[in-house]
């Protein structure tokens, strides 16, 4: 059998599990001997580069693109974009389409490779590239709780989603659970998907026979603790 050449498309990495969950993945299949070629898409500055393990056979070829603003600048006056559209009309020419967030740097490499994988398919539209592409459903969050993104934005999400369920070769689900709530939402057959769950190695923690010195003395006489996140989903 021909290795693989695999690309890992990451068009959003959320810090914390999310990052210690990727260099996890990409450690184990490092070692694979079926895997000749392994390429990373992030955006910039998600991750630090010292974490990919130079030893690594294949070598992590990292390709990072700019993520846009969150808050894009105000669109310019009418009369401004009135000229620019008499411009487009006489010079029949057209806006070129705007790719979804990390495409274009994933149709730029997709070429190179035999496989394309994402572990968070949510928010973005399905890439229109030759290569099979494998998706991993982490849950079903933004479904059960419509209210979360509203009901305009859900039912986006789930046409979205709904892509990635037919099109992708094979999916990947997290639990159970997952599984579940996909057919639940989305009458998934149950004779497809695999279930992997998840095996991240928590972070270090303090030594349990005591608290650091140094800590406890930065901290003022009342605080308040919040183990919590503030995601909106979570």
């Known amino acids: 059998m021909k290795p693989i050449r695999l690309l890992i498309w990451c068009p959003l ?3 914390g599990g999310g990052v210690r969950l990727l260099m996890k993945l990409i450690s184990a299949l490092a070692i694979r001997e079926d895997i ?14 010292a974490m990919l393990n130079p030893q690594a056979r294949p070598v992590v070829e990292l390709h990072e693109f700019v993520l ?10 009418l009369w401004i974009r009135l000229i620019q559209r008499v411009k487009q009309i006489l010079t029949r020419s057209t806006t070129p389409p705007v790719l979804p967030v990390g495409h274009a740097p994933l149709l730029a490499q997709a070429s190179h490779y035999d496989l ?3 572990s968070w398919p949510h928010r973005n539209a ?3 590239i030759s290569i099979p592409v494998v998706c991993t459903f982490q849950d079903a969050i933004f479904f059960d709780f419509p209210e979360i993104l509203n009901s305009k934005e859900t039912l986006k999400e789930w ?14 689900l997290s639990s159970a659970s997952t599984r579940e709530a996909l057919v639940r ?10 279930t992997i769950h998840h095996a991240i190695v928590p972070a270090d923690a303090p030594p349990a026979n005591g608290s650091s010195p140094e800590i406890l003395n930065t901290l003022p006489e009342h605080y308040i603790i919040f183990p919590a996140t503030l995601t909106t989903h979570k």
């Open 13 to 15: 990495v959320a810090t």
């Open 36 to 49: 000749s070629k392994i390429g990373l898409i992030v955006p910039q500055g998600s991750i630090d580069v």
């Open 68 to 77: 846009p603003p969150r808050h894009p600048p105000p669109p310019p006056p």
């Open 116 to 118: 394309m994988y994402t």
């Open 126 to 128: 399905f890439p229109e």
């Open 159 to 172: 046409t979205l989603a709904q892509q990635w369920l037919t099109r992708s070769a094979q999916v990947i």
């Open 185 to 194: 939402h989305f009458d998934f057959p149950e004779d497809r998907g695999v």
